[in-house]
């Protein structure tokens, strides 16, 4: 059948069903096994964010976003889930040639100095949440994970928590370094999380640097980064060399590029431009409700991504 003969059969049979062409456009978005977008970079969707068209299977989620054209996936909640879960997960993604990127290492201390109070049972438990999240992490073939120092102790000048902090990740690095697995420090703005003990690039560049370990480098979030110190271009090419993980958020309110002040157009590129080959999480939420907000979501990342 010709092209045109068949734009007008799908039309013709579209009207009669009450289906615009539209329509049929985004029913293929669930259905198709090829690709929609091919974006330049390894953008991460997580689990809910296009719920309203994939339902709640996070197979179902994962096959939608593969279908869009996103190669990563993200979760923070991945060691939480049952280990029949994370398999069935990790099958998909390995069907659909998606990469799995980081999950939450550990507990986090938001209100309670854990990993800067040198606590020696703090330790230990943290150590503990390393050694089982390798397991989640070869189950469902990470290479990252998170992790996030805790809060900070008042009780101690900051270069003796410093110290604290540096010896606990070199002993986690030992853990991590056999399995070829990379920790991921995530600096956090003191607006969202007051008190924390890392909040900015160049303290986890320093972090890093005296680590010195292949298993300890940066997650890089740019919504984070935003409003803690700005400066972003300049910012990341000053870490580069140990940054492994970039999260993405726009500001303010925190959802996709294009709805907040963040160029993300040109830090895409600039990031780009330096062959990055790793990850880049979508850990945002969507700025509309219901599947008008997860077509625009990936509209941004369109627009975004087109440099």
């Not at 998170?146 to 009780?155: F, I, M, Q, R």
Request: include cysteine; proline fraction near 4%; hydrophobic fraction near 35%.
């Amino acid at each position: 059948m010709k092209r045109r003969s068949f734009i007008k059969k799908s039309t013709a049979t579209a009207s009669l069903l009450g289906i615009s062409v539209t329509g049929i456009n985004a029913m293929n978005i669930f259905n198709t096994k090829t690709p929609m977008n091919n974006f330049k970079l390894n953008y991460a969707p997580h689990l809910g964010m296009f719920k309203n068209h994939a339902g709640d299977d996070p197979i179902d989620q994962l096959n939608f976003i593969a279908n869009q054209g996103f190669t990563a996936f993200e979760d923070n909640g991945m060691k939480g889930r049952t280990v029949e879960t994370q398999e069935k997960m990790a099958k998909t993604m390995s069907d659909r040639n998606m990469t799995m990127g980081v999950f939450v290492a550990h507990k986090i201390y938001w209100k309670e100095p854990n990993l800067a109070s040198g606590n020696i049972d703090k330790r230990n438990e943290f150590l503990k949440d390393i050694k089982e999240s390798v397991e989640v992490a070869k189950r469902v073939n990470a290479k990252w994970m998170t992790v996030v120092p805790g809060h900070v102790d008042l009780s101690q000048n900051i270069d003796y928590q410093t110290a604290h902090v540096i010896e606990t990740l070199k002993q986690a690095s030992a853990i991590l370094e056999p399995h070829n697995i990379t920790m991921v420090l995530e600096p956090l703005n003191f607006r969202d999380h007051p008190g924390l003990f890392l909040t900015n690039s160049p303290q986890a560049y320093q972090i890093c640097k005296a680590v010195n370990s292949p298993s300890c480098k940066i997650l890089f979030d740019i919504y984070h980064q935003q409003i803690q110190e700005g400066n972003l271009i300049p910012n990341i090419d000053n870490s580069w060399d140990e940054i492994a993980y970039f999260q993405i958020g726009d500001n303010p309110g925190r959802n996709e590029p294009t709805t907040g002040e963040i160029n993300y157009k040109n830090i895409f590129k600039h990031i780009h431009s330096k062959e990055f080959k790793g990850i880049l999480g979508m850990e945002h939420g969507n700025s509309i409700h219901g599947k008008k907000g997860e077509l625009a979501v990936i509209e941004a990342y369109k627009a975004a991504d087109n440099f």
